[in-house]
């Protein structure tokens, strides 16, 4: 047999195996968020039937571009049961009826929690990767993650305080708290006293400024009370000795491996 003959025959047999094996892996649709980037980073674009509509903005999804090029989804569990995906990744919360709905019909449902530690994310990722038969990606993807909110070696540097609408901060122990480690900068929040949630009065602010006070970047406009907080007067009166620097909201608005991206802000923040 020719080699032209035998490259032919393997052609032929690996076209009749791949849709096999494609086959094989589960297709997916998301409807959440959060849910619908960590689909878009974990699995292949073929087992991607849809996802949420919220996932191709690109003030909220660090993963619009991705999220561009697959179907995108209202989330209702009518619209799921037309697409007839092998699993459902949703939100435990957000879509808890959808959820109840969806697993009463018989579908596989996957919802996520919204944990607050790396240790939390990592094992979402892992679990969302082996649903969708991607456990090496999942695992490449969790090993990044501990990486990159690795602290550097030696006491924090600077103080910062991350500040949201209303006066909204977080604490000790949550992901904000580990991006601000991270960056080599230490929670105003937590140095206050403040638990993982909490909030930070304008007043106490104003007595005792972090060095850098950091805000998302969609946040800071007067579209409501609870924004023009962020942009009050007085805040300028701070500046300088105080910096204001911005972080996009979708590099941290859901956990996941993007947030590598919040964290170099945090960093480049950090430099004096």
């Known amino acids: 047999m ?42 292949d674009p073929w087992q991607v039937l849809a ?26 569990a009518e619209e799921v049961m037309r697409l007839g995906p092998d699993i459902v990744v949703s939100g435990a919360a957000q879509q808890r009826k959808t959820n109840a709905l969806l697993v009463r019909m018989g579908f596989r449902v996957l919802a996520l929690g919204a944990p607050d530690d790396v240790e939390g994310v990592a094992a979402m990722i892992g679990d969302v990767a082996a649903a969708l038969e991607q456990e090496a990606r999942g695992r490449h993807l969790a090993a990044a993650l501990r990486a990159d909110f690795r602290p550097p070696p030696g006491p924090a540097g600077a103080t910062a305080l991350v500040w949201r609408p209303n006066g909204f901060v977080s604490g000790k122990g949550t992901l904000s708290d580990a991006a601000l480690a991270a960056a080599g900068l230490a929670n105003q929040a937590a140095l206050a006293g403040i638990g993982a949630w909490g909030t930070m009065p304008l007043e106490r602010l104003v007595a005792d400024p972090p060095d850098i006070l950091v805000i998302d970047d969609h946040m800071p406009t007067k579209s409501s009370r609870a924004q023009a907080l962020l942009v009050h007067p007085a805040l ?23 947030m590598r991206a919040a964290v170099d802000r945090l960093r480049a923040l950090a430099r004096p």
Do not use: F
């Open 2 to 43: 020719s080699a032209l003959a035998s490259a032919s025959r393997l052609a032929a047999v690996l076209a009749l195996l791949l849709p096999a094996a494609a086959a094989a892996a589960p297709r997916v649709v998301s409807i959440n968020l959060c849910a619908d980037q960590l689909v878009l980073a974990l699995a």
């Open 51 to 76: 996802v949420g509509r919220l996932a191709a903005d690109p003030a909220l999804s660090a993963m619009h571009r991705e999220a561009a090029r697959v179907p995108a989804t209202g989330g209702s």
């Open 236 to 258: 300028a009166r701070l500046a300088p000795p105080m910096r204001v620097g911005q972080v996009p909201t979708a590099e941290w608005l859901c956990p996941g491996p993007w």
